[in-house]
């Protein structure tokens, strides 16, 4: 097995010269979902030819928030905020509103009865057990009496309505593919997905992966990275994502089966820690009520979706891209900030429930059901 501490300058101005011309040809797509409607290799948008599900406004209902969070008993503190001293309500109160159509309401017995002896895992991060959990009480509140076995292990969870057989479970990994513990210390590996044996047999994915690729220092989970036979101390972050997401794409070619598993990624959840991205330079999350109101977020799309777009292009099987980056980025207000239970300090990265994964998993079940 080979060993480099760098990049090779090289290959350093290939990537360069990649990602500038991957961000030309994919950026405009942001701001113009509408008029891509179709398949896109594997990709399918929630996207019509009437409406697009991405593409509309936050706006204030009284009917909002869908479930009291001191009656979900599925809540971790880290999303908990009301429990942790949120005063304010507002936030709760925004539903999001296509520009040329309506989703439908969220109805968990409707889906309890639709996903009768079905198995859904979410595959992913915290964000995914954001997400995993905003499901979980979505489902609860229409059924806050049905009888459910909720178990807990290291990186595995899983939540069963024992009435329907419906079975929620979470798959906690960071970057999706491999991270291994080998002689030479944790190795992440960019081209082996050996865990997705554990992903096999279910009948709805949804996977997520973003936000662990940027972290450095004392809150790096790997000591190197492996691509191929060659080890790296480290290269360029926006490649290595690429690298892993490409690997992703390729075992979903490989092992899915789209007449027996149905197939959703979750796009990159945004943060808000620099208000230079929506025009308030000296701020963040914290202290915010409101979302950004504006025809255009300012901060433009992260650079990991125009990476995604890319990715998905080499997707020959089915893959629902459930594209909430730009509507979050809006909800710059829907953070835990000081409110967390477990993550000290200013957190601007999660999202509190209930919230805006509420509204991520409307827009699952709209396309789990269309």
């Keep these: 097995m080979g060993f480099s501490s760098q990049e090779n300058p090289s290959s350093s101005l290939y990537y360069f010269f990649f990602f500038f011309l991957l961000c030309l040809t994919t950026v405009s797509a942001y701001t113009n979902t509408s008029s891509n409607n179709g398949d896109e290799g594997g990709r399918r948008e929630l996207a019509s030819w009437r409406c697009n599900w991405f593409r509309g406004s936050w706006v204030y209902d009284v009917k909002y928030p869908l479930y009291d969070p001191y009656k979900c008993p599925f809540i971790d503190p880290q999303f908990n905020c009301k429990k942790y001293g949120r005063p304010d309500n507002l936030y709760l109160k925004y539903r999001w509103q296509p520009s040329s159509c309506s989703l439908p309401r969220f109805n968990g017995l409707y889906f309890l009865r639709k996903m009768r002896g079905k198995k859904i895992m979410f595959v992913g991060d915290s964000l995914s057990t954001n997400m995993w959990q905003s499901l979980a009480c979505l489902i609860h509140s229409w059924v806050p009496n049905a009888r459910y076995t909720l178990l807990r292990q290291k990186g595995l969870a899983s939540l069963t309505f024992e009435d329907y057989g419906v079975t929620l479970k979470l798959y ?45 220092d004392h809150i790096q989970p790997w000591d190197y990275m492996e691509d191929g036979n060659r080890l790296y101390k480290d290269m360029n972050r926006l490649v290595a994502y690429y690298k892993g997401m490409t690997t992703w794409a390729r075992w ?119």
């Design 172 to 216: 906690r990994t960071q970057f999706l593919v491999d991270l291994d513990a080998e002689n030479v210390g944790r190795v992440l590996k960019l081209d082996s997905i050996k865990q997705g044996k554990m992903w096999r047999g279910m009948d709805v994915l949804i996977f997520n992966s973003w936000h662990w690729w940027t972290h450095i």
């Design 252 to 370: 979903v070619n490989a092992f899915v089966n789209p007449s027996k598993t149905k197939v959703f990624f979750n796009g990159v959840s945004p943060v808000h820690y620099d208000g230079r991205d929506w025009g308030e330079p000296m701020k963040s999350c914290k202290s915010q009520t409101q979302p950004f109101y504006g025809r255009k977020y300012p901060g433009g799309p992260p650079v990991a979706w125009v990476i995604l777009n890319k990715v998905f292009r080499r997707l020959k099987k089915p893959v629902y891209w459930l594209d909430i980056t730009g509507l979050s980025q809006l909800r710059k207000d829907a953070h835990p900030s000081a409110y967390s239970g477990n993550h000290p300090g200013n957190d601007c990265s999660h999202w509190c429930l209930p919230g805006l994964p509420d509204t991520w998993n409307v827009l699952f079940y709209s396309a789990l059901f269309s």
